[in-house]
């Protein structure tokens, strides 16, 4: 007998592309890269990298084979049909209602290879049910249905991905090797005359594997290279601090592999929304990790760029200006804004305006935030310019003396799992606080007795609105599902790195 002729129709390798949806080991492995964020292919110094290591990946090969199962036991399988010359004549027939009823996967890998990632799979097997239907194309045109057992054994696949940013800013991915084959098939049919057609089933299993070994790689090549880089393209290349602050986490260049990890570096910049001007001043260069010294799953760089980009735009967006006013002390305080309550501490402010209400306004300027990060500790200076002004009779504000003032403050640095966000954490406590007179309307002045009111001032109002502001974190934008597991934060000279493993729990994966 003539082997069938039996293909699979364009249409139907649409279908089957369209009904199985991306959750596979290379999209599990780009939510724990934080989905791999875009960004310009051209040389920028990185505020921000993250590096997935081998460990990691061995984590998500073993948290994705239960997801691809559970994927392939639903999909959609379209109805195959062909033509055959058999014993009873030349028919034209069709399986229809394919389902997958059980699939294993016994022996997977996922590595990092030299442009991105290595995987692969064997002695992977798979049993369908089908509902069979022939109908002779001569008459008296015979026609008979039944069931059908399809099992498929031993399938096999390699293949290399290679991870990149596109000419649009957009990450990417492309299938750059593949190698897939399905080596034994068998049909066992089921009701009408089934005792005579599977004396010739396994003509038809084999014309039907020779089929899908030649598609197999057409529809993984297909389901990484369209709906992954589809599904890429959604993800958010920012994150909100604030409604007008946010982060810009996209890549600077494309994804890099060393021997045992691959490493994505991000831009790592904080950013007024309405003004997306860069800040003035650039991030330290990050040194690559050495092969072989990361020891978790995931490690994560944070730059003191990304500190002190955060203080740039929040004072670009006005919120480290203030104006303090008469009516904002409170009544107990043993210091008013009064002139004549500054008579021992500065004689020359009541002796110029006697009994006048007073103001004092501040504001951060240049690079408001110095951050020092190293082995030892981190630590803040901030600079604010600070204006004591006098209300006059007539309403009008003047400017007495102005100092500069340049608080310092120890930072402590942690990472925590906020619901499905890991975020990193910076609080700020007061050391001291140095003031220097940068211009006076009333002669020269001695700023040594306001020393005790400038601590108070920075340490329970300065500083802790500066607390408040930030007390929501740094977002690491990481996808739904996936979060830090016993995250240890380390600091080095103008990086805190974050080293950590990690857990993924998708919501949508059922009970086993």
């Known amino acids: 007998a003539r082997l069938p002729e039996t293909t699979l129709e364009q249409r139907q390798l649409c279908e089957m592309r369209r009904h199985f949806q991306p959750t596979t080991v290379l999209a599990l492995v780009l939510a724990c890269m934080c989905a791999a964020l875009s960004g310009p292919a051209h040389a920028v110094l990185p505020g921000f990298q993250i590096a997935l290591t081998n460990k990691g990946l061995e984590y998500a090969q073993s948290v994705a084979i239960p997801i691809i199962l559970q994927e392939i036991e639903t999909m959609a399988i379209p109805d195959i049909s ?30 990092v290879a030299s442009d991105g990632i290595a995987a692969s799979f064997s002695g992977a097997s798979l049993h369908l049910t089908a509902h069979w239907h022939y109908r002779e194309d ?104 604030t409604d007008d602050v946010a982060i810009n986490f996209e ?42 010294s990361l020891t978790h799953m995931m490690q994560i760089w944070v730059t003191d760029y990304l500190f002190e980009t955060t203080a740039w735009a929040f004072m670009e967006d006005g919120a480290l200006s203030f104006t303090i006013t008469p009516d904002e002390v409170p009544p107990s305080f043993p210091l008013q804004l009064n002139t004549s309550y500054f008579q021992q501490l500065i004689p020359a402010l009541p002796k110029t305006y006697p009994d006048r209400p007073m103001q004092i306004a501040g504001m951060a300027e240049g690079a408001p935030l110095d951050i020092e990060i190293s082995s030892s500790g981190c630590a803040a200076v901030l600079q604010m310019e600070m204006m004591v002004q006098v209300v006059l009779e007539n309403g009008s504000v003047v400017d007495a003396f102005s100092f500069e003032a340049l608080v310092a403050a120890d930072m402590f640095v942690s990472v925590a799992q906020e619901g499905a966000t890991p975020v990193v954490h910076a609080n700020l406590s007061f050391v001291n606080v140095s003031m220097t007179l940068t211009q006076t309307s009333i002669g020269q002045i001695n700023l040594d007795p306001l020393q005790d009111i400038m601590n108070i001032f920075c340490q329970d109002f300065l500083l802790a609105a500066i607390n408040k502001r930030i007390a929501a974190g740094f977002p690491i934008p990481i996808v739904d599902g996936v979060g830090l597991i016993n995250p240890e934060v380390v600091l080095s000279d103008n990086v805190v790195l974050i080293a950590t493993d990690i857990q993924y729990s998708p919501k949508f994966l059922r009970p086993v």
């Open 82 to 111: 062909g033509r055959a010359s058999t014993p009873v004549g030349h028919i034209s027939y069709d399986l229809s209602q394919i389902h997958i009823t059980a699939a294993a996967i016994p022996t997977s890998s996922l590595a």
């Open 138 to 241: 001569s008459f008296p045109h015979i026609s008979d249905s039944g069931s059908a057992d399809i099992s498929a054994s031993n399938i096999h696949a390699a293949l290399d991905v290679a991870l990149g940013v596109t000419a649009d800013n957009e990450p990417s991915v492309k299938t750059s090797s593949c190698d897939c084959a399905i080596d034994s098939m068998s049909i066992d049919l089921h009701g009408g005359a089934s005792w005579l057609y599977n004396l010739f089933s396994s003509e038809i299993a084999s014309a039907l594997k020779h089929s899908l070994n030649g598609q197999l790689c057409s529809i993984i090549s297909n389901e990484i290279d369209t709906e992954g880089n589809a599904a890429l393209a959604t993800l958010p290349k920012t994150e909100k601090l």
């Open 251 to 292: 890549l600077v260049a494309a994804p890099m592999s060393g021997t045992d990890f691959v490493l994505t570096q991000h831009k790592g910049e904080c950013f007024l929304v309405k003004n997306s001007t860069e800040a003035p001043f650039t991030p330290p260069t990050l040194p690559l990790p050495a092969n072989g």
